[in-house]
């Protein structure tokens, strides 16, 4: 009989997130297993969908609280999965702290209760207060903690008291996505030509404060090469980091498409991963990077993935974190030094090949459900 893996999730596809990407791949890539799916609802109803094979049940949100969707009917459909399917596995994907004490009121005893441990909560005020002994229970009662680095198994972390029941799983990208396509060479060069052919440092993501944009911009002020900063993406602070901006050299394009985004990192040079803190758990914009030969220069975080993805002095650089003129020396080191920055741009390619693909990340977790 084909076991029932019910995956937990904040959002499903074909909502756009680094978590849901993943959910996406481990859902459809476990073949062997029958995989449901339970999130939240981002257009405001219920809904059931069947996408790839994977049936996914979404449920209406009624409020948000500091950036947590709060649904009244989760623990209702939850039952209700629960009892038809009879799951043999409950994966949830953390963070997501109101699930918590839903999912272990409802899981049977005997259901394989395994936690995806994307990112801790770092925010320790008064919501994190109340959530802390749900995250400590489900923690305890789990049969399987998976991380998505050896790094974040840290004495920072609430998961490292537990290090003797968590593996490390990474996620990976999808190698065919950063494979250029017929075009794309044109595309490039029509990109190159826009910005005056000259090197270009370029930064992607979501404008949010730990991507660390702000700081990219006092670098720029530093960095002697003559070259073009390009900063793509979107988000909260988008509007406040284009009012600061006061240099010809910084240009914000907004938000890509999928393919101008490809074209975008084969055009660059070095790619400016500014991440300041803890938050970047992982950084698969940095794969994604990597795996275009674009190469990066990172911060050192304590506690992060980062530093693995991208290994210091093997596939890019690295500098400690806050030394904006060590960053900005960085960069000038990269732009006139051809054969340090192909050398390690084609060491970051095959790290990536090797280490961070959808395919990866899959046959690990094939590997830990049949251990389970």
Request: aromatic share 10%; glycine share 6%.
């Amino acid at each position: 009989m084909q076991k029932t893996i019910l995956h937990i999730s904040k959002y499903y596809h074909p909502y756009i997130g680094g978590i849901e990407t993943l959910v996406k791949s481990m859902a459809e890539g476990l073949t062997e297993y029958r995989n449901i799916v339970i999130c939240f609802a981002t257009d405001g109803k219920d809904t059931v969908d069947i996408i790839n094979g994977v049936t996914v049940y979404r449920v209406k949100v009624n409020l948000s609280i500091m950036s947590q969707d709060v649904a009244i009917g989760y623990y209702r459909t939850l039952k209700k999965l629960i009892a038809e399917y009879k799951p043999q596995y409950a994966h949830v994907h953390c963070p997501n702290p109101y699930v918590y004490p839903l999912v272990l009121k409802a899981i049977h005893p005997d259901t394989k209760l395994i936690l995806h441990w994307h990112s801790d909560i770092l925010s320790k005020g008064i919501v994190y207060r109340l959530v802390k002994p749900f995250e400590s229970a489900i923690l305890k009662r789990a049969d399987l903690i998976v991380t998505t680095s050896p790094n974040y198994i840290h004495p920072s972390s609430p998961i490292y008291q537990y290090k003797g029941k968590t593996s490390v799983v990474q996620s990976g990208i999808v190698l065919d996505n950063f494979n250029l396509k017929d075009g794309d060479e044109r595309r490039i060069t029509e990109i190159k030509s826009q910005y005056g052919n000259k090197p270009i440092v370029f930064l992607f993501g979501r404008h949010i404060p730990y991507k660390g944009i702000d700081w990219l911009m006092k670098i720029e002020k530093q960095v002697k090469s003559d070259c073009q900063f390009i900063i793509a993406g979107s988000g909260p602070l988008t509007k406040e980091l284009m009012k600061k901006n006061t240099s010809s050299r910084i240009t914000f394009t907004g938000k890509l498409s999928t393919d101008d985004l490809r074209c975008y990192i084969h055009a660059a040079d070095i790619f400016s991963f500014t991440s300041n803190t803890k938050a970047e758990a992982l950084g698969l914009a940095l794969a994604e990077a990597m795996y275009c030969r674009c190469t990066p220069i990172v911060f050192h975080l304590e506690g992060s993935g980062v530093n693995w993805v991208s290994i210091k002095d093997q596939t890019g650089l690295e500098i400690p974190l806050g030394d904006i003129s060590g960053y900005a020396k960085a960069i000038d080191n990269l732009l006139n030094n051809h054969s340090l920055r192909k050398k390690l741009a084609e060491a970051a390619h095959q790290r990536v090949i090797d280490m961070f693909t959808e395919q990866k990340s899959v046959s690990i977790m094939k590997a830990i459900y049949e251990q389970l």
